[in-house]
Structure formats: C-alpha cells, structure tokens
C-alpha cells in the first residue's frame, strides 16, 4: 500500500475487502514501481549507496550486496583469510541464515543466551565467554530495537575479536546517541520484504575498520531493472496472496513451504541493487523518517499497554521499531491470535521459533528458548489504523508474562 505521507496517522484508511493487516508492511506499491520503471530507471546504485550512507554519517566503506546474508558471509570469509581463529559467536535466538553465512565462509557456529526471556543480553557474561578461538561475534539487533553491546567492546578488542552488528531489523536507530552499525567494525542491512525499507531483496555492508578492505567490484552484481521489476512483482503478489487469507494455513502446508531436500539448491536468482532497487530504495529514504517516527509513535501506544510483555529496550539506546515482541502465556497468546485475527489482524510467532545449534556441545539456552516459543510478534507498522491499535491493545488488555515455574 503506497503511502501518502502528506496525511496525518488520525486518518482512518478504509479497509479494503477481505485483506489481512500484516506484521510488517511495505511503504510502496506496484503502481509506484511500474512508474519508476517506466520513468527511465535515472537513479544509479551509487546514487542509493549515497543516499543510504548519509545515515551513517558517511562513515566507513559501504559495499551494496545481494542479501545480508551475502554481505556476512564476504567479510568473514575475508577477516578469516588473514586468521587462523575458525570460531564465530552468535546469538542462539537468530535466523538460519546467519548460521549458513558462517558456514559458507569456512568456519563454525558458537552461541551465547539471553539473560532474560525478554531479550535483554547480559553483555559481561557475553564477553567472559569470548575465547582466543573466536574469529568474530555477530552482534544482533532485532524488530528494530539495538542491544547496548559496549560491555563487550574492550574484551572483543583485547582478544582481537571481529564485531559485526546485524542491522537487518534495525535502521536509523541508536546506541548512546551514535547510529547502530556504527560501533563495530562491520554492519549488516538487509532489504528483504520484512525490513525497514524493503527492495524486494538486496543488502548492504558497513565497513568500519580500516584494516578490512574488500573490493567493490567484486561483491557488487547489479541485476538488469527488467530482473528487479519482475521479482517486486512476485514479491507483492506472495505477499498479497498471504494478506488475503484469513485463515491459518495447515500445517503440513507450512510445513511443505519450509521443507529442504538435502543436496538442493534452488536457482540462483540475481537479488543485487540495481538501477530499480536504486530508484525505490531513494524514493523510500526520502520518507523514512516520517515512517520512522510512525511506526516508533504506534510502538509507544501499544507499549503502553503492553509494555510488561514487551522486548528488552536499553535506557541508552534510541529505537526505530519494525515490530513489537511480546512474550506472553500461552493461554493469553492463543486470545490475543483469535481476537486480533477476528479484526484481520495478523499477530504471529513470525521469528524464529527454533533456535541456532551450535557447531558443538553446549549447555541448553534457556531463555533464547523461552523467547523463541512464547514470543508473538505485534505489528507497528506505517499502515495501521487507531482502531487496528485499539483493537490490538485490547487483545491483550489482560494478558500476562509466563509463569516459567509452572512451564517445562
């Protein structure tokens, strides 16, 4: 749904027939695209990579990469070059991907826990675990809300331990005033169909440290604009498919989508910032602050609601909400999915509700697991309507955290 950021958030948008609220919406739509496309294609990658490193105070070297994943995978796989470490630490409650990343760049996954079930990192504990075996730690910074990390910081540099944000969920927020991805020595962007600003594909890589060079033209692919319209189309019509649902899929069905037979690959398909990513990507960076501050103002009512479920938010740190995550029992959980879907409202455990496994024997992360099956996500998003937030906050008016001593 195109925005039309002239209008203030008061406005009710009328529903349209039988379409579902999503956890994360887009600012743009095809129509927008289309005229884009046919306008001439005039902005450049680098024009995007400008716009974008604006945002970062131009600080660093900024490479435009197929995915985050991509982006992850090329600078270990160059910090590695140069080290005999083999060793990179992760967060346990994460995305497959950033385990395949690690893998594909030749080395093995350790994992760190949650201190609390809410997402809060206990960052000196996280620290004594670092080893003179750790190449790097991905520090993660998820629904939009970055972890204050710097407790880490002298034990990272004193072992020489590569710090690497993971930007995916989190754009245009901060830690004790300074942009997130700007405190390690690498940052990861994605642009995925779920992020802050979504290309339909695509990443980025922040480069922070001066000893870590890697060249552009090898990491750089631009797909032709035809290649990127076509995949903005099919990306709005899955998602337009999901959104006109109001029922759950089975769940062999979900399970047949997320199947992997061993030894496939599926095609490779070009998802690099190219002249349309480049020209959406601008167009949306010209309103993200407004969308931005939308989505951090639905935040804020919700949690205020919410906020005894609600993620872990550091008083150092500034968020730029993508979602609100709420862990909550699982009797409070199972109303609030029924209520809000009555009102075609999605709320969902979206985020992995399976944990990383680390590449040996470790003891059990307790509260990544607690976060992982007792989380829902609660969309914020530009799209959302005062009665979709009402209704939402009454969903859970009488909702309560689990009572982990009644839980296995």
């Not at 001439?40 to 197929?66: I, K, M, N, V, Y």
């Not at 070059?81 to 994460?94: C, H, I, P």
Request: one cysteine or more.
């Amino acid at each position: 749904m195109a925005l039309d950021i002239d209008k203030p958030n008061t406005i009710e948008r009328p529903p349209e027939t039988g379409r579902m609220t999503d956890l994360v919406e887009e600012f743009w739509d095809l129509p927008l695209i289309d005229a884009l496309y046919q306008h001439g294609l005039r902005a450049s990658p680098d024009d995007f990579r400008d716009a974008l490193h604006q945002l970062f105070g131009r600080r660093g070297q900024l490479l435009l990469t197929g995915s985050a994943r991509q982006a992850l995978r090329v600078v270990l796989a160059r910090v590695a070059a140069e080290s005999q470490k083999r060793r990179v630490l992760v967060s346990s409650f994460n995305c497959r991907v950033v385990k395949e990343a690690v893998h594909s760049a030749g080395l093995a996954v350790d994992t760190f826990d949650f201190a609390t079930p809410n997402g809060r990192i206990e960052w000196d504990a996280v620290a004594q675990s670092l080893t003179d075996e750790h190449l790097a730690i991905v520090v993660p910074h998820f629904f939009g809300i970055p972890t204050d990390f710097t407790a880490v910081l002298p034990a990272a540099r004193r072992r020489g331990v590569m710090i690497v944000e993971d930007c995916a969920h989190t754009l245009g927020a901060s830690i004790a005033g300074t942009p997130a991805g700007l405190l390690g020595d690498a940052a990861l962007l994605s642009f995925n169909y779920d992020k802050p600003i979504s290309l339909a594909g695509g990443g980025a890589l922040l480069i922070n440290h001066p000893a870590i060079t890697i060249d552009r033209q090898v990491v750089e692919a631009p797909p032709p604009g035809k290649v990127e319209l076509q995949q903005f189309r099919r990306m709005a019509a899955r998602l337009l498919g999901g959104r006109m649902r109001c029922t759950r899929r089975s769940l062999a069905a979900r399970m047949l989508t997320k199947l992997r037979v061993p030894g496939y690959a599926p095609p490779r398909v070009p998802t690099g910032i190219g002249s349309l990513r480049a020209a959406v990507g601008m167009w949306q960076l010209e309103r993200y602050d407004v969308i931005r501050q939308r989505r951090d103002h639905n935040a804020q009512f919700l949690n205020e609601a919410l906020g005894h479920l609600s993620w872990h938010v550091a008083e150092t740190v500034g968020a730029a909400h993508l979602k609100l995550r709420v862990v909550v029992s699982p009797a409070d959980a199972a109303f609030a999915v029924r209520q809000c879907r009555l009102q075609r409202i999605a709320i969902a455990n979206s985020n992995w509700p399976k944990l990383i496994e680390p590449d040996g024997t470790e003891s059990a992360r307790v509260n990544a697991q607690r976060a992982a099956t007792f989380g829902l996500d609660v969309p914020v998003h530009q799209n959302l309507s005062h009665t979709d937030l009402h209704n939402i906050a009454s969903a859970f008016a009488h909702a309560k955290a689990p009572d982990w001593e009644m839980l296995p």
